[in-house]
């Protein structure tokens, strides 16, 4: 199956394995990926946003 451009919700959920509740806080903190919302209410993540948030929280390894 090919991958998917765009990550539902429950797909990110999943991913990161954190209740609905946390990715609402984080949104409305601002520390959520950058995502879309489609007009009828469903919540969208491109794969690339996605990666590129997971990325810049990635800690440094120690020396």
Known sequence: ?????????????????????????????????????LPNGQLRIRRTDFEAWMASREEPQAA
Not at 19 to 33: D, I, Y
């Open 1 to 37: 199956m090919p991958r998917k451009d765009y990550l539902t919700l429950a797909e990110f959920l999943t991913e990161l394995d954190v209740p609905k509740s946390t990715f609402f806080r984080w949104k409305a903190l601002g520390q959520a990926p950058r995502n879309y919302k």
